[in-house]
């Protein structure tokens, strides 16, 4: 067990819905970064916020949205859900700069019929 | 952006032999090469990690090489176990504080009783 909690565990929804994944990093950790696994993909960074300020921007759509909040647990957004977006969704955090490892959570599987 | 590329993208051996998993960055600037297993259901979980600074590290079973000449760094496990029958995935990344993974495609490695 990492220490990082990802809910819900599973996701089921149709195109055009909009959900939310909620991630609660490690006890600590001020870091918390979102990645896109896929099978065509593999495993891609969406973005990442310290100490709830976006720190860094991958290749995360404009229908995606994140935020961290005062207490530390971030949410991912997504809209206007396409049948691509289907995925498992990861959560990892960190603890700059005492460390730089990240610690994953284990993934929320977004389904989109 | 960095690209790593990982090979092989499967890989069977019998138990107790060795597994060597290898993979290549592009970025020169990459600084951090951390390996994940990631087991079915489950998020990756760091089993070693290696700074540039260094050019091997060996915890139990489990070794990392790397070479930053030629952008290269690899995984050895010895004496392998049915249990390490999973995913590993390499990945590397820029310790600047954006310190986001690029992550290489996977290896499935099968350990036959």
């Known amino acids: 067990d990492s220490g990082v909690t990802q809910t819900p565990k599973h996701l089921i929804t149709a195109t055009g819905q909009r959900v939310t994944l909620r991630c609660s990093p490690r006890?600590?950790?001020?870091?918390v970064y979102w990645y896109q696994q896929s099978l065509d993909q593999g495993l891609q960074f969406l973005i990442q916020?310290?100490?709830?300020?976006?720190?860094a921007k991958g290749n995360i759509l404009e229908r995606f949205s994140a935020q961290q909040f005062p207490d530390l647990h971030s949410e991912l957004n997504l809209s206007s859900l396409e049948l691509g977006d289907s995925a498992l969704y990861f959560c990892?955090?960190?603890?700059?700069?005492?460390?730089?490892?990240?610690?994953f959570g284990p993934g929320t599987r977004l389904t989109v019929l | 952006g960095e690209n790593v590329e990982q090979h092989p993208s499967t890989l069977s051996v019998q138990e107790g032999d060795s597994a060597v998993i290898k993979c290549t960055y592009s970025?020169?600037?990459?600084?951090?090469f951390p390996w994940y297993k990631q087991e079915l259901g489950k998020g990756p979980q760091l089993i070693i990690d290696?700074?540039?600074?260094?050019g091997e590290k060996k915890d139990q079973r489990i070794a990392v090489t790397l070479n930053k000449t030629a952008k290269h760094f690899s995984l050895h496990i010895t004496e392998t176990q049915p249990e390490d029958s999973a995913v590993y995935f390499c990945?590397?990344?820029?310790?600047?504080?954006?310190?986001?993974?690029?992550f290489g495609t996977g290896t499935r490695l099968t350990v036959i009783p």
């Open positions: 990892a955090s960190s603890a700059p700069p005492t460390t730089d490892t990240q610690y």
């Open positions: 006890s600590g950790d001020l870091s």
């Open positions: 916020y310290y100490n709830g300020e976006e720190r």
């Open positions: 970025d020169s600037a990459s600084n951090y």
């Open positions: 290696i700074r540039s600074n260094v």
């Open positions: 990945a590397a990344s820029i310790q600047t504080g954006a310190n986001n993974l690029f």
